[in-house]
């Protein structure tokens, strides 16, 4: 079993940056593709994007692709994720996720997520 802790959501303005935090316990880290999925409300929950066990390769929705950058620091059990240049319509829960397939991007292909944490871009 892993346990995702994800953090560092919070209200910001349109243009500004957030990075979020997922630290896994319970497991060995590095056997699972990392994800961060978001979700509006009343939206179903989105693919954002996605990293290989060991960080070599990397996969981004259209929507978020050269604003986010995922990264991992598998000494620390930890996945990261940087958001810049936010806009208004990146506003959702973000979610991260543990896939001990290869990097899928849809939500049934994930094995284990954490509770979330709310984001919010003001116009």
């Known amino acids: 079993q892993v346990r995702l802790v994800d953090s560092g959501g919070g209200l910001v303005q349109a243009g500004a940056s957030l990075r979020l935090s997922c630290v896994g316990f319970g497991g060995t880290f590095v056997r699972y593709a990392m994800a961060w999925f978001r979700q509006a409300p009343g939206q179903e929950r989105e693919f954002v994007v996605s990293?290989?066990?060991?960080?070599?390769?990397?996969y981004s929705a259209d929507s978020v692709r050269g604003r986010f950058t995922i990264s991992r620091d598998n000494a620390k059990n930890t996945v990261y994720l940087q958001m810049d240049r936010l806009k208004p319509e990146d506003t959702a829960v973000y979610y991260c996720?543990?896939?001990?397939?290869?990097?899928?991007?849809?939500?049934?292909?994930?094995?284990?997520w954490g509770r979330g944490t709310q984001v919010t871009v003001s116009s």
């Open positions: 996720a543990a896939s001990s397939a290869a990097s899928k991007m849809r939500p049934m292909d994930y094995d284990y």
């Open positions: 990293i290989s066990p060991f960080g070599s390769s990397t």
